[in-house]
T-cell receptor, first 113, second 115 residues
Framework: GQNIDQPTEMTATEGAIVQINCTYQ??????LFWYQQHAGEAPTFLSY????GLEEKGRFSSFLSRSKGYSYLLLKELQMKDSASYLC??????????????FGTGTKLQVIP | EPEVTQTPSHQVTQMGQEVILRCVPI?????FYWYRQILGQKVEFLVS????????KSEIFDDQFSVERPDGSNFTLKIRSTKLEDSAMYFC?????????????FGQGTRLTVV
C-alpha cells in the first residue's frame, strides 16, 4: 500500500519562508508532485521531482530524497494569496506500467500579515 | 490556455439514483483520471483510463462505478444507485503522457450532493 504524511496545518507570516514536509512509503515510486488547492477549487500543479535534489521554480522549490522517502516544498517571500492547502502526491506504477497518483491529506497553510 | 472542463458544476440527486458526471479532457491528452474529494478530506484516486480501457483503479472504484469515453472528446463517470456517502467533489484530470514530469491537469470539479 501507500502512505503519505504531511502536517495538517501551518501558519506563516507574509514575506517569510515556509517549508512543508512530506514523507511517503510506496512501491513502484515514479515521482512526487506538489499541488496547490484553494478552498473549493481544483488542485493546480506546482512542482515535480523524480530524482534526488532540489527543483526551483520562482518562489517555490521542492526537494526529494528517495532513500528517505522525504520531500519538502519551500515557499519564499510568502504572499497572502499563498494561503491554501498544499498537497503532496506520489506517483507509482503498477505492474502494467500504468500510473496511479496518490495524494496526501494536504497541509493547510495560513499566511498572516 | 487549454483546460479540462467538467459538467455540471453541481449535481443534486436522490439516494438510489444514477448520475453521470461529464468531462472534456485537454484535446491532445491520452491519459484520463477521476478523483474524488469528500468535504474536508483528501483527494482520492478513483480510476485511470488509457486507450479506451481502465489502466488502474482503486478499491473505492467498485461495481457501482463505471467510466466511458463515448466519443473522441468526452470522458464520463457513471455512479449507479448513489449513496449518501458518495457526496463529494469529483475531479476529472488528464495528462499528455504517463511518465516524467507530465502532470495531470484538473478540471474544476463537479460537486455531487446525494440527498
Amino acid at each position: 500500500g501507500q502512505n503519505i504524511d504531511q502536517p495538517t496545518e501551518m501558519t506563516a507570516t507574509e514575506g517569510a519562508i515556509v517549508q512543508i514536509n512530506c514523507t511517503y512509503q510506496t512501491s513502484g515510486f515514479n515521482g512526487l508532485f506538489w499541488y496547490q488547492q484553494h478552498a473549493g477549487e481544483a488542485p493546480t500543479f506546482l512542482s515535480y521531482n523524480v530524482l534526488d535534489g532540489l527543483e526551483e521554480k520562482g518562489r517555490f522549490s521542492s526537494f526529494l530524497s528517495r532513500s528517505k522517502g522525504y520531500s519538502y516544498l519551500l515557499l519564499k517571500e510568502l504572499q497572502m494569496k499563498d494561503s491554501a492547502s498544499y498537497l503532496c502526491a506520489v506517483r507509482s506504477l503498477n505492474s502494467g506500467g500504468y500510473q496511479k497518483v496518490t495524494f496526501g491529506t494536504g497541509t493547510k497553510l495560513q499566511v498572516i500579515p | 490556455e487549454p483546460e479540462v472542463t467538467q459538467t455540471p458544476s453541481h449535481q443534486v440527486t436522490q439516494m438510489g439514483q444514477e448520475v453521470i458526471l461529464r468531462c472534456v479532457p485537454i484535446s491532445n491528452h491520452l491519459y484520463f483520471y477521476w478523483y474524488r474529494q469528500i468535504l474536508g478530506q483528501k483527494v482520492e484516486f478513483l480510476v485511470s483510463f488509457y486507450n479506451n480501457e481502465i489502466s488502474e483503479k482503486s478499491e473505492i472504484f467498485d461495481d457501482q462505478f463505471s467510466v466511458e469515453r463515448p466519443d473522441g472528446s468526452n470522458f464520463t463517470l457513471k455512479i449507479r444507485s448513489t449513496k449518501l456517502e458518495d457526496s463529494a467533489m469529483y475531479f476529472c484530470a488528464s495528462s499528455r503522457e504517463n511518465r516524467g514530469g507530465t502532470e495531470a491537469f484538473f478540471g474544476q470539479g463537479t460537486r455531487l450532493t446525494v440527498v
